[in-house]
Each structure stands twice: as structure tokens, then as C-alpha cells.
T-cell receptor, first 113, second 116 residues
Framework: DVKVTQSSRYLVKRTGEKVFLECVQDMDHENMFWYRQDPGLGLRLIYF???????EKGDIPEGYSVSREKKERFSLILESASTNQTSMYLC????????????FGPGTRLTVL | AQKITQTQPGMFVQEKEAVTLDCTYDTSDPSYGLFWYKQPSSGEMIFLIYQGSYDQQNATEGRYSLNFQKARKSANLVISASQLGDSAMYFC?????????????FGAGTRLAVHP
């Protein structure tokens, strides 16, 4: 089974802190994605990556950056956390560009105070 | 622009009955895919079913079926014989092609509650 893990289930940070959210997948998938989920808005794509050291902006990249130094790991970085970044963050991976299915991690619920 | 609309914020169903969750989409791509995901209270997104835009038959996976009406741009999820464990958030999503890449675009979700 594909497994996507995220470093924390719950995280509480203060405004202005630098925050790292880590995601690891164990099935040698090429593609990885970061979403945020907010009530009434569904999931919105922040950034995605189709290869190591490659990244593309999603629909809401402002305030975020990403890093993919190794194929299995995709990190989401909040350079200076703000209260409007309080949300559920979901990481996903898929085999390649032609794959239909994305496999999701358990999510990280981030609260910025 | 590509868009997914789920108009039902919440739905209730009696155990063992069938329920339909609505999803409409908007796209100008000739080729696209439609997905349904389930998100229980644990938070993890679980893939349920997929329908390709050129598939002739409606997709089915166990108790899940997708009522695909291309002309109406709708892709409703039908859950037969509801179980208590079906209580969850359900998201409809579309694979769209934008900026040179395939992306998933999600609806706002429908919260389903199954009553005994």
C-alpha cells in the first residue's frame, strides 16, 4: 500500500515564526502536492512538484514556499506564519503525470496564534 | 475556468437507504477525469471512485456508483445501502489541465450523516 506520512498531526505556532511541514511518501511517486483545506472552500492547491528540485505554483502560493531535495520528501515552508494560515494542510502524491489517483497523508492541523 | 460545485453542505440518510451526493462541473477541456473522495473525522482523504470523460459506462466500486451525465456536466455519487461508517465529508474533484500540468480541482464538500 502507498503510504504518505506527515510530520505532525497538530501544530501550534506563533505569528512570525518560520514553520516547516514535512511530507514523505514511500512508493517512489514522481508527483507530490500540498493543499490547504478550509470549511466551505474544499481543498486548494498551494504548490506541487513533478520531479526532484522542481516546483510549480498552485492556486494559492502566496505566503508559502516548498522544497523537494529528495524524491520521497516534499516540504512546505511558511516563512513568517500569519493567523490567516491557520488551516488543515494535506500532502498528496501520485505515480506520474498520467496517474488518475492521488494518495493523501493524514493532514496537519496548524494553528497560528 | 474549471470549477467544481457541490451544492449540498450537509445530507442526512437513514442506515441501509441509498443517498445521492450532487456534483456539477465546468470545463472546456475535451478530456478530463472526475473523482470522489471520502474524508472521515480522522482527516485522511480516501479515494472512492473515478470516471473518465470518455468512459461509456458509469463507474461503480462496490456500494459506490457515479451517475455521470456529460451533457448536464454532472457527476453525482450514489451510495447504496448506507452504513454508519459512511458518515464523513465527501469531496468531488476534477482533473484539469492548466498551465501545462494536470491538477485536481475540488468542490467545497458535502457532509453526510448516516442515522441508525
Amino acid at each position: 500500500d502507498v503510504k504518505v506520512t506527515q510530520s505532525s498531526r497538530y501544530l501550534v505556532k506563533r505569528t512570525g515564526e518560520k514553520v516547516f511541514l514535512e511530507c514523505v511518501q514511500d512508493m517512489d511517486h514522481e508527483n507530490m502536492f500540498w493543499y490547504r483545506q478550509d470549511p466551505g472552500l474544499g481543498l486548494r492547491l498551494i504548490y506541487f512538484s513533478y520531479d526532484v528540485k522542481m516546483k510549480e505554483k498552485g492556486d494559492i502560493p502566496e505566503g508559502y514556499s516548498v522544497s523537494r531535495e529528495k524524491k520521497e520528501r516534499f516540504s512546505l515552508i511558511l516563512e513568517s506564519a500569519s493567523t490567516n494560515q491557520t488551516s488543515m494542510y494535506l500532502c498528496a502524491s501520485s505515480r506520474d503525470r498520467e496517474s488518475n489517483e492521488q494518495f493523501f497523508g493524514p493532514g496537519t492541523r496548524l494553528t497560528v496564534l | 475556468a474549471q470549477k467544481i460545485t457541490q451544492t449540498q453542505p450537509g445530507m442526512f440518510v437513514q442506515e441501509k437507504e441509498a443517498v445521492t451526493l450532487d456534483c456539477t462541473y465546468d470545463t472546456s477541456d475535451p478530456s478530463y477525469g472526475l473523482f470522489w473522495y471520502k474524508q472521515p473525522s480522522s482527516g485522511e482523504m480516501i479515494f472512492l471512485i473515478y470516471q473518465g470523460s470518455y468512459d461509456q459506462q458509469n463507474a461503480t466500486e462496490g456500494r459506490y456508483s457515479l451517475n455521470f451525465q456529460k451533457a448536464r456536466k454532472s457527476a453525482n455519487l450514489v451510495i447504496s445501502a448506507s452504513q454508519l461508517g459512511d458518515s464523513a465529508m465527501y469531496f468531488c474533484a476534477m482533473r484539469g489541465f492548466s498551465g501545462g500540468y494536470n491538477k485536481l480541482i475540488f468542490g467545497a464538500g458535502t457532509r453526510l450523516a448516516v442515522h441508525p
